[in-house]
């Protein structure tokens, strides 16, 4: 089986399509998510032959915040005390996931998230099993609703007494909520191997390999900060999405990733030296002829904004959508177009106090020298 080593995907706890709205849960999944969030440990260890070679898939979890992840000979991720190990073919990356969330967290003025962040896991995508690929595996920091991130996925696949069957793919689940069997196809199957739950489970679990000699995963450790940004703001939405927690995001995504106060004194330096220079092509300066230049400057610099606007919005949406869809549950479609009609105002209300009218004063300040 090929798998793809992408370490941007590890973050957030959730994977693959998303499940159903909340009212469509089948009351049967909603009893397996409440039973495996209640989990306190589990150990839970299966392969998946597709006819050619095996897989073996491991994953353990140890109330509070001790989990690791291990699928085939050289894929593993381990999370303790807010630090995570991560190794693949590539080498290794140590993240001090923690430290990084407490930094957004401070940046957000401590929006809301719905609860302390803690392990979920992911085994999702299992029609890759139909095309000789790996299932997407994650571990990474969850705000609690599934701390099993396929149950979501489950939820859309056709019961059939003890058995959910989605074209020709079947699985049935354990009344913890893990995968004792599937099938994809003719050939690739999963079986379980073996599951403790529950029970007192050894620190030496837990504990990450040598790591002596690997090198460090290249550009990994920025795509992490990115997924756990995206993660970040799925937590708020889901959380709230008042048009105060959606004017707070919008404001600082603004300040973090343009700084605007940089940006308004880069304009303000280049205004005084076209207006030098066009003071230095003429040995008299009318008032009139001033006021004109002036407003020439003021067009341009509104011109900047209107594009920047337009720019910043599209990117906010493709944002957006990229969060919604990233939900372990995706929302009610209705509520995700209020929301998105909502954040595209608070943005345009932004751009207007961080950049269009700073550049006006900008402007106007010169013409009083």
């Not at 993660?231 to 995001?249: G, N, P, Y």
Request: hydrophobic share 40%; with cysteine; charged share 30%.
């Amino acid at each position: 089986m090929r798998r793809a080593w992408a370490i941007l995907l590890i973050l957030g706890g959730c994977a693959g399509p998303s499940g159903p709205a909340p009212d469509a849960v089948p009351d049967a999944m909603e009893a397996l998510r409440r039973r495996s969030n209640a989990l306190t440990a589990f150990h839970y260890v299966a392969e998946i032959h597709d006819g050619r070679t095996t897989a073996r898939v491991e994953l353990g979890y140890r109330a509070p915040d001790r989990a690791f992840l291990r699928y085939g000979p050289a894929y593993a991720i381990y999370l303790s005390g807010g630090t995570a190990h991560y190794f693949t073919r590539q080498g290794y990356l140590r993240f001090e996931l923690a430290e990084e969330l407490a930094a957004l967290r401070k940046a957000y003025g401590d929006l809301p998230i719905g609860g302390e962040p803690t392990p979920v896991f992911g085994l999702q995508q299992w029609e890759n099993l139909l095309h000789g690929r790996g299932l997407r595996t994650t571990l990474g920091l969850g705000v609690l609703g599934w701390r099993l991130g396929w149950l979501p996925e489950f939820a859309r696949w056709t019961p059939d007494g003890e058995v959910r069957r989605y074209g020709p793919m079947s699985v049935t689940l354990g009344p913890d909520g893990f995968p004792v069997a599937a099938q994809a196809g003719e050939t690739t199957e999963l079986r379980l191997l073996s599951l403790v739950v529950n029970e007192a489970l050894p620190d030496d679990l837990f504990e990450p390999p040598s790591r002596d000699g690997l090198p460090e995963i290249f550009g990994a450790r920025e795509d992490l900060r990115r997924g756990l940004d995206d993660a970040f703001h799925r937590w708020v939405l889901e959380a709230d999405t008042s048009d105060a927690t959606l004017e707070r995001l919008a404001r600082v995504d603004l300040e973090r990733r343009y700084e605007p106060a940089k940006t308004v004194e880069i304009l303000r330096q280049s205004l005084e030296r076209s207006l030098e220079v066009w003071r230095s092509e003429r040995p008299v300066v009318a008032g009139d002829a001033l006021r004109a230049r002036l407003d020439v400057e003021r067009g341009r610099v509104t011109g900047t904004a209107d594009a920047m606007e337009q720019d910043i919005l599209g990117q906010a949406e493709r944002a957006l959508d990229r969060w919604f869809r990233g939900m372990a549950v995706l929302p009610p479609h209705e509520h995700m177009q209020d929301v998105a009609a909502r954040w595209r105002k608070a943005h345009a209300r932004q751009v207007d106090a961080l950049f269009r009218r700073p550049f006006l004063q900008v402007v106007d300040e010169l013409g009083r020298k």
